[in-house]
């Protein structure tokens, strides 16, 4: 008797295991569905390894994407998963990256590895310029808590920059640099921008609190050698004309950390 009602468990147990296994990935995209402003389009394959081949957001739409849950990981209270996106459209964005969350809402994203056209990133912030170029981001590491600061190891390059105002200006290159400060400093986040064989001269930073506010200063000028069209441009720009005939752009507010969280 106790041996049947052993292998009757043991047959329930299998049983769940491969519904578990086996759970289509509907599961998934439906609950993030249910809770978010995100929607995913032709979903296959299963709960731990699956794909979507668009994923529509309020502002923009990404797509293909795939992932690949870790089981594992959740023995040590955490849903990690890694993840590639595949921009079959041009412009687009592409990468992989590997994210977590615990049950108390912290999310790790490391190695995350982006390439995207600068056109696509235009389009999506809604500027009303024409760009040219990659924009290759990489977050070595990104830790986001409710209430707190995000912690942050990451840097953008835009390779190639060009723009079209109203010609083709090539802007050669720049580096954004974001990395999380000692605790023991006040200006707990810093970002610093710089050029790179630029026909423009930049030297700005970004500085965000522990009260989230944060400053940021941005001072543009051309090199004796840029083409006349972009010296036409900079005094344009929003900001401050300086006597040597550069343009300081200075900004400052509160920081929204949009933090998970109920």
Avoid at 19 to 38: M, N, R, S
């Amino acid at each position: 008797m106790i041996g049947t009602i052993r292998l009757l468990l043991l047959g329930v147990a299998a049983f769940l295991l491969i519904l578990v296994f086996t759970a289509p990935a509907t599961l998934l995209t439906k609950q993030i569905e249910q809770y978010t402003e995100i929607r995913f389009e032709s979903v296959k394959g299963s709960l731990w390894r699956g794909s979507a081949e668009r994923v529509i957001m309020p502002q923009t739409s990404i797509g293909p994407l795939y992932w690949n849950i870790k089981p594992s990981r959740l023995l040590f209270g955490r849903l990690s998963a890694d993840i590639e996106l595949k921009s079959t459209e041009k412009p687009g964005i592409q990468g992989t990256a590997s994210i977590a969350t615990t049950l108390l809402g912290k999310v790790f994203v490391h190695n995350a590895k982006f390439l995207a056209d600068a056109e696509w990133v235009v389009i999506q912030l809604t500027l009303p310029i024409a760009a040219g170029g990659n924009m290759d981001l990489n977050i070595n590491e990104l830790i986001i808590e409710r209430n707190r600061l995000p912690r942050i190891d990451a840097e953008l390059n835009w390779q190639q920059a060009m723009i079209t105002y109203p010609e083709v200006i090539d802007l050669g290159a720049f580096q954004l640099t974001v990395v999380h400060q000692p605790s023991d400093n006040p200006e707990r986040v810093l970002g610093v921008l710089k050029d790179i064989n630029s026909p423009l001269t930049i030297d700005g930073d970004a500085r965000l609190t522990a009260d989230q506010k944060y400053t940021a200063e941005l001072k543009v000028n051309t090199r004796p050698d840029a083409p006349q069209s972009l010296q036409n441009v900079l005094p344009l720009l929003p900001g401050i004309k300086n006597p040597d005939g550069s343009v300081t752009i200075r900004r400052s507010g509160i920081f929204s950390l949009g933090a998970p969280g109920p």
